[in-house]
């Protein structure tokens, strides 16, 4: 009876056994899951670690924010959260925003204002920016998935091929024995064995990372709502079209006359005659 001490000691002369009786197809099948498995371990820690980061911020980010009255606290006190999403698309918004208050402000009892037109081009930079963290989260899940996918049918097709080889090996030497035959089976299948090493781990850590992202993205988005109607509420000029016409006026009739002219005093306005009317008036002689 082996030991479970001595399991992991016979697997590991197994692999080795196997590796020195696979071909040289299978060798190359090995190195390139090799390769494969070095790319996906890469992006798992580095994602792993980026959706940590990502995750810690945003709380903190969240917790700034929701303790804030003004939507724009957070950038004119300078707070600074790199490792959230949410923070790289509310400061994307708010500096699209403050450039419209500067460049095209509408004023009303004193206070800076934006146009429905400006706030829309807000709104496309909060989706822009959006758009843009998703994109920031999914890079490089491709090469998860490809693992997944492709690392078993990979070490199928060097199990495939060592297995012809040995078959073609036995017939040409006219000897079916299973002496003849374990060597090159065993190494056919390490093929098959390293590419579930590649693909097993890659599964697990994409599905995870998948629903983590997902999770973050829907934050996201509804952190963008809230964020454009609270900006919205405050800064952008949602008076009626009559209010507007009115404050209009107002300001013209309120405006200080020019050249030195006092503002209260009566102006002389003059109106000059539409054109068809002078020439009537021209003719009027030559017809009497």
């Given amino acids: 009876m082996t030991s479970p001490i001595a399991t992991p000691i016979l697997a590991s002369g197994a692999l080795q056994f196997a590796f020195e009786k696979a071909t040289i197809e299978g060798k190359i099948t090995i190195l390139?899951?090799?390769?494969?498995?070095?790319?996906?371990w890469t992006i798992i820690i580095t994602k792993f670690r980026q959706l940590h980061i990502a995750r810690k911020w945003a709380k903190r980010f969240f917790v700034a924010y929701g303790s804030t009255r003004d939507p724009l606290d957070i950038k004119h006190r300078g707070e600074v959260f790199r490792g959230a999403p949410a923070y790289q698309l509310y400061i994307r918004g708010a500096e699209e925003l403050d450039y419209h208050l500067t460049k095209n402000p509408v004023l009303i009892n004193g206070e800076k204002r934006i146009s429905p037109a400006s706030f829309d081009a807000v709104k496309v930079a909060l989706e822009e920016s959006a758009a843009a963290q998703a994109m920031s989260l999914e890079k490089g899940m491709i090469v998860l998935s490809t693992a997944v996918a492709g690392g078993p049918f990979i070490g199928l097709l060097g199990t495939v091929w060592g297995v012809m080889e040995t078959f073609s090996g036995i017939a040409r030497a006219a000897s079916a024995s299973l002496t003849a035959m374990a060597p090159g089976v065993a190494g056919a299948l390490i093929a098959t064995v390293t590419g579930l090493f590649v693909a097993i781990p890659a599964m697990f850590a994409y599905n995870y990372m998948v629903t983590s992202m997902r999770a973050i993205t829907q934050e996201l988005d509804a952190f963008a709502s809230e964020y454009a109607t609270a900006l919205e509420h405050k800064y952008v000029d949602n008076r009626p079209l009559a209010e507007e016409i009115r404050d209009a006026l107002q300001g013209v009739l309120h405006a200080p006359a020019r050249d030195g002219a006092h503002a209260s005093a009566p102006r002389e306005t003059s109106s000059p005659l539409p054109p068809i009317l002078d020439r009537?008036?021209?003719?009027?002689?030559a017809r009497a």
Avoid at 32 to 40: R, W
Avoid at 280 to 285: I, L, N
């Fill in 280 to 285: 009537d008036a021209m003719s009027e002689p």
């Fill in 32 to 40: 390139v899951l090799f390769v494969l498995s070095l790319f996906s």
